[in-house]
């Protein structure tokens, strides 16, 4: 998919539009769903990330009724919202490209952004990647292993899975680390 930066202001406005705004009133919550099925965790809580963050979708409706942002809407969170020429004009134009789009975005907050950083420089550096870049993955050892999900000897098999997952939830897409780190996980001793 193309990863494709379209401002909060335009999403609602193709949801809306989606939702048949052009011709009826649509309600905040039903934008809400349907703004989270084209742009996934883009409007969701940053702690609580299954939950949609309705009053962002609100915000969002509000800043595309204005003159700046294209005047794409008329209506507020009470009576619903209603597309203006301008904005069905916008989003005929522009509801055909969302097939090719990745609207998504991860809402990290600041610690998560840092961990997930230093976690993937440990990653890098660690002896196993080391290892299976140099002479292979068949050369990497046990302990190595053990050591790139920081799993010891004291931690219960359900950590140990949790560690695992964990990893290759973070990085089972990332360039550098992916393949990598789907082999290793299979080799970890899960007994």
């Given at each position: 998919m193309i990863q494709e930066d379209y401002p909060n202001h335009q999403i609602v406005?193709?949801?809306?539009?989606?939702?048949?705004?052009?011709?009826?009133?649509?309600?905040?919550e039903d934008v809400a769903i349907r703004v989270n099925e084209i742009a996934p965790n883009r409007f969701v809580w940053r702690?609580?990330?299954?939950?949609?963050?309705?009053?962002?979708?609100?915000?969002?409706?509000s800043d595309a009724k204005k003159e700046k942002n294209?005047?794409?809407?008329?209506?507020?969170?009470?009576?619903?919202?209603?597309?203006?020429?301008?904005?069905i004009?916008?989003?005929k134009?522009?509801?055909?490209?969302?097939a090719d789009v990745d609207l998504s975005k991860d809402r990290l907050t600041y610690r998560d952004r840092?961990?997930?950083?230093?976690?993937?420089?440990?990653?890098?550096t660690s002896k196993a990647y080391q290892k299976s870049q140099e002479s292979g993955m068949d050369t990497v050892t046990a302990d190595e292993i053990k050591a790139f999900f920081r799993i010891d000897d004291y931690v219960s098999d359900r950590a140990k899975e949790l560690k695992v997952k964990r990893v290759?939830?973070?990085?089972?897409?990332?360039?550098?680390?992916?393949?990598?780190?789907?082999?290793l996980s299979s080799k970890v001793?899960?007994?």
């Open positions: 406005t193709i949801a809306v539009y989606l939702l048949g705004g052009d011709s009826r009133y649509v309600d905040t702690k609580y990330r299954q939950q949609i963050n309705i009053e962002n979708v609100r915000t969002f409706l294209g005047a794409f809407l008329i209506g507020s969170g009470k009576a619903g919202w209603l597309l203006t020429e301008r904005g004009k916008f989003a134009k522009n509801v055909k490209k969302l840092q961990y997930r950083q230093n976690e993937r420089l440990r990653l890098l290759l939830n973070l990085f089972s897409e990332d360039p550098e680390l992916g393949d990598i780190v789907k082999i001793d899960k007994e």
